[in-house]
């Protein structure tokens, strides 16, 4: 009888308690040997922050898979650098500097995956960090195996696939489950979890909906008491004493468990070290903070200026509301769409000349990716207004012609309620009825003719969930769950992964 090979893996993610117990439980059974684990869990052998920000440690330079570097760098480096951006807005870091922690990058995901015959690498999510991008594009180019995860917006489902450009079509992945009889109700609005509370927004960072001053200050205060704030602090320790607890141990070779109840590792050197570090942070925070309230400020000056104040919703118009950014949804899953303006201009150029775009900031965006040349360049496109963030979304939906999105969530709220969307990314819902993509192929007559059959609509998403795996990884997304238990859902995790790698 033959056994089971043990499979090599290269880890990034899995950081939550449940996620992680998921990986630890395929540990102890001897279904993977994990080379390397990238996170800020407390078993991950590699810190991911430092990999995030470009202050990893590496040993010399191995010139691993030359003879796929040049394809990678191509396709790759103007969407790292995109994602790399999201971490330092103000670290003041060049186009040069991108250059070289991407191939910093490069030589050491290469050589990982060569000198430790990597059979699997494993994604909690779609690459949209930067150095996760590297790893699964030098990966694909090795013909390593790769499974990425994407928690959908539906309780206790995820998607999976093997390659990142299925995503939306699924077209690789078999049905692995019965179909389920899921109904769907025909109206735009929902309960989103993400979204349940926009008044606090008011009281967030930087965002472009606060009220006065008084309120930034209010924000500044509330932060201090929330947990995650407390957690990143938490973890901050653990990382910081864990690879700093002796002058030799490298974040890339660091395996060990540090408790900061034992009072051993707190000697002279280190707690100098900490106090030098923290200070230095400090200093850096305090400036990039200064810089990025003033950022902020000319940000919020700029939209006011630029809302349309009387709302027509009897007029012929497409609605497109703003992705929050950064993030995935449009760094990972966008494309070139990643500048939505660019999706507006040419929305632009094929509706009708008396159409208009009404153009909605996402209510929780901040200053980031909304510089005054963002705001100038929207001013240039004649039949653009834009509405106040907190105008009903809902309003704009039924009353628009059909809604145009990257791969945002109001796609789905339009089809479900029976109105068209076009889309310029790659959305989870993308093969559904009522959904147009837009290439050079696309004719407006196509999208303003069709008309949604509801019943059609329920029995693809249906089939397309037949896809999904049962179970949370994103632990964001628990709280859909009734009665989320972490150790149920660690082995329910396990078990479907177990299955695909095999």
């Given at each position: 009888m033959a056994t089971k090979k043990t499979k090599n893996v290269v880890i990034w993610g899995f950081d939550s308690e449940s996620a992680a117990q998921a990986i630890n439980i395929l540990k102890e059974k001897n279904i993977i040997d994990v080379k390397a684990w990238i996170g800020s869990a407390p078993e991950c052998t590699h810190d991911m922050i430092s990999f995030l920000v470009g202050d990893f440690k590496k040993d010399l330079y191995h010139g691993s898979a030359q003879n796929i570097y040049d394809e990678i760098f191509r396709s790759s480096t103007y969407q790292f650098m995109d994602m790399m951006s999201r971490h330092s807005f103000y670290a003041e870091k060049s186009f040069h500097d991108y250059l070289n922690i991407f191939n910093m990058q490069f030589d050491l995901f290469s050589n990982l995956l060569t000198k430790n015959n990597i059979d699997v690498v494993l994604f909690s999510n779609l690459p949209?960090?930067?150095?996760?991008?590297?790893?699964?594009?030098?990966?694909?180019?090795?013909?390593?195996?790769?499974?990425?995860?994407?928690?959908?917006m539906f309780p206790n489902k995820f998607f999976y696939l093997f390659n990142v450009d299925d995503f939306g079509k699924f077209?690789?992945?078999?049905?692995?489950?019965?179909?389920?009889?899921?109904?769907?109700?025909?109206?735009?609005?929902?309960?989103?979890?993400?979204?349940?509370?926009?008044?606090?927004?008011?009281?967030?960072?930087?965002?472009?909906?606060?009220?006065s001053f008084g309120s930034f200050v209010l924000s500044l205060l509330f932060s201090l008491f929330k947990r995650k704030n407390y957690l990143v602090l938490k973890g901050f320790l653990q990382r910081y004493f864990k690879y700093n607890v002796s002058k030799n141990d490298?974040?890339?070779?660091?395996?060990?468990?540090?408790?900061?109840?034992?009072?051993?590792?707190?000697?002279?050197?280190?707690?100098?070290?900490?106090?030098?570090?923290?200070?230095?942070?400090?200093?850096?925070?305090?400036?990039?903070?200064?810089?990025?309230?003033?950022?902020?400020?000319?940000?919020?000056?700029?939209?006011?200026?630029?809302?349309?104040?009387?709302?027509?919703?009897?007029?012929?118009?497409?609605?497109?509301?703003?992705?929050?950014?950064?993030?995935?949804?449009?760094?990972?899953?966008?494309?070139?769409?990643?500048?939505?303006?660019?999706?507006?201009?040419?929305?632009?150029?094929?509706?009708?000349?008396?159409?208009?775009?009404?153009?909605?900031?996402?209510?929780?965006?901040?200053?980031?990716?909304?510089?005054?040349?963002?705001?100038?360049?929207?001013?240039?496109?004649?039949?653009?207004?834009?509405?106040?963030?907190?105008?009903?979304?809902?309003?704009?939906?039924?009353?628009?012609?059909?809604?145009?999105?990257?791969?945002?969530?109001?796609?789905?709220?339009?089809?479900?309620?029976?109105?068209?969307?076009?889309?310029?990314?790659?959305?989870?819902?993308?093969?559904?009825?009522?959904?147009?993509?837009?290439?050079?192929?696309?004719?407006?007559?196509?999208?303003?003719?069709?008309?949604?059959?509801?019943?059609?609509?329920?029995?693809?998403?249906n089939l397309l969930l037949c896809k999904a795996g049962d179970g949370v990884i994103d632990e964001s997304y628990s709280v859909m769950v009734e009665n989320f238990d972490i150790t149920d859902n660690a082995l329910s995790v396990a078990t479907f992964i177990e299955r695909l790698i095999k």
């Amino acid at each position: 009888m033959a056994t089971k090979k043990t499979k090599n893996v290269v880890i990034w993610g899995f950081d939550s308690e449940s996620a992680a117990q998921a990986i630890n439980i395929l540990k102890e059974k001897n279904i993977i040997d994990v080379k390397a684990w990238i996170g800020s869990a407390p078993e991950c052998t590699h810190d991911m922050i430092s990999f995030l920000v470009g202050d990893f440690k590496k040993d010399l330079y191995h010139g691993s898979a030359q003879n796929i570097y040049d394809e990678i760098f191509r396709s790759s480096t103007y969407q790292f650098m995109d994602m790399m951006s999201r971490h330092s807005f103000y670290a003041e870091k060049s186009f040069h500097d991108y250059l070289n922690i991407f191939n910093m990058q490069f030589d050491l995901f290469s050589n990982l995956l060569t000198k430790n015959n990597i059979d699997v690498v494993l994604f909690s999510n779609l690459p949209h960090e930067g150095p996760d991008l590297v790893l699964y594009k030098i990966a694909k180019k090795l013909n390593v195996k790769t499974i990425m995860f994407y928690q959908t917006m539906f309780p206790n489902k995820f998607f999976y696939l093997f390659n990142v450009d299925d995503f939306g079509k699924f077209n690789e992945i078999e049905p692995i489950g019965e179909i389920s009889n899921l109904k769907i109700e025909k109206r735009h609005e929902k309960n989103l979890f993400y979204m349940a509370d926009m008044k606090q927004y008011r009281y967030e960072f930087f965002s472009l909906q606060s009220g006065s001053f008084g309120s930034f200050v209010l924000s500044l205060l509330f932060s201090l008491f929330k947990r995650k704030n407390y957690l990143v602090l938490k973890g901050f320790l653990q990382r910081y004493f864990k690879y700093n607890v002796s002058k030799n141990d490298s974040p890339l070779q660091s395996k060990h468990q540090i408790d900061l109840t034992n009072k051993c590792v707190y000697s002279p050197r280190i707690i100098y070290s900490l106090v030098k570090d923290l200070f230095m942070r400090f200093r850096s925070f305090s400036k990039r903070f200064l810089q990025r309230y003033s950022n902020y400020r000319e940000s919020k000056k700029n939209l006011l200026n630029i809302l349309t104040k009387q709302i027509d919703l009897t007029k012929k118009f497409v609605y497109f509301p703003l992705h929050m950014q950064p993030e995935l949804t449009t760094s990972g899953l966008g494309g070139i769409y990643v500048d939505q303006l660019l999706a507006i201009e040419r929305l632009s150029k094929i509706i009708p000349d008396d159409w208009c775009i009404y153009v909605k900031e996402n209510p929780k965006q901040t200053e980031l990716m909304r510089g005054k040349w963002f705001f100038a360049r929207l001013r240039l496109i004649k039949n653009v207004k834009v509405v106040p963030p907190d105008f009903d979304t809902y309003s704009l939906i039924k009353n628009s012609i059909f809604v145009a999105t990257i791969t945002g969530t109001a796609g789905w709220e339009a089809i479900s309620g029976g109105k068209n969307v076009l889309v310029f990314g790659n959305p989870e819902y993308k093969s559904l009825p009522g959904v147009f993509s837009y290439d050079e192929d696309f004719k407006l007559e196509d999208i303003l003719n069709y008309k949604i059959n509801h019943d059609e609509l329920e029995r693809e998403l249906n089939l397309l969930l037949c896809k999904a795996g049962d179970g949370v990884i994103d632990e964001s997304y628990s709280v859909m769950v009734e009665n989320f238990d972490i150790t149920d859902n660690a082995l329910s995790v396990a078990t479907f992964i177990e299955r695909l790698i095999k």
